[in-house]
């Protein structure tokens, strides 16, 4: 099972950019050899749902390959080494895994912020929160990866991997509300968003540092991004953890850890 990764940088270098070349295709590529030379038939590839391109509706797994970031760019690469080791051997496994963004406790990415600006009651949707997004619990995850080193035939299976269901964002934050015990999640109105983005990008260009909400974010927050688990379940997979309970687990850890 290979996981190493480059990822998260917001704007990246050409440093940066030989570095996602450098691991996440040079690194998938070298863990390949050493599974030809170990005679590994099965090889499982956590990739992302950044390898591809999305759509307005839901986006399966044959969707085509987006070169539209150097992550996404040098995953979808990644994949594409792994494609090439299953057909080498007709008796090898290679199962690709494009997890929607993972959310747990420990974890710090996205949700980890937005479930912290719920509990502190401070704004954290742009005007109805409609927007639909695909995520996928750490434990949901795990099970995927075992799921895939124990079962499928040979050949290259590739799978998205997302909870059960995909609540939009204001039911995401009233779900994590009632968890939590906070407030009715604040909404910031989207006329004032889009003022707002603009003067970020300006603070962003002139200090070098992060603002909170700029173009390049507000588009990301408004963007449908549904990644359906319907192939893998229906080779088997069943979620043991529902996304009410995977937000549960995740207030609890969060409320615990609060500095």
């Known amino acids: ?3 190493e990764v480059k990822q998260h940088v917001p704007r990246p270098t050409p440093a940066d950019i030989a570095e996602f070349e450098a691991v996440n295709v040079g690194g998938t590529r070298d863990w390949l050899v050493w599974a030809t030379r170990s005679n590994v038939r099965r090889f499982v590839h956590l990739s992302t749902i950044k390898a591809v391109a999305t759509g307005r509706g839901p986006t399966d797994e044959d969707a085509p390959a987006d ?5 996404g760019r040098t995953k979808a690469q990644a994949e594409q080494e792994v494609r090439a080791w299953a057909a080498a051997d007709p008796m090898r496994t290679a199962v690709i895994l494009r997890p929607a963004p993972v959310y ?3 974890n710090e990415a996205n949700l980890a912020a937005f479930v912290r600006q719920i509990i502190a009651g401070k704004p954290c949707l742009i005007g109805r929160g409609e927007t639909r997004k695909s995520i996928v619990s750490r434990t949901n995850l795990c099970a995927a990866v075992a799921f895939s080193l124990e079962h499928l035939g ?3 299976h590739v799978f998205n991997v997302s909870d059960p269901s995909t609540p939009s964002l204001a039911e995401l934050a009233a779900m994590i509300a009632g968890v939590a015990g906070a407030p009715t999640p604040k909404r910031i109105p989207a006329i004032v968003a889009a003022v707002a983005a603009p003067l970020g990008d300006a603070i962003e260009s002139i200090t070098g540092r992060d603002f909170p909400l700029t173009s390049a974010r507000l588009r990301a927050i408004q963007e449908t991004t549904i990644f359906p688990c319907d192939r893998l379940v229906a ?3 069943r979620h043991p953890q529902s996304t009410s309970e995977g937000i549960a687990e ?3 850890w969060t409320k615990a850890n609060a500095g």
């Open 1 to 3: 099972m290979h996981l």
């Open 67 to 71: 070169p539209s970031s150097p992550y």
């Open 104 to 106: 747990g406790p420990g």
């Open 154 to 156: 040979p050949g290259c």
């Open 235 to 237: 080779a088997g997979f």
């Open 250 to 252: 995740m207030v609890a």
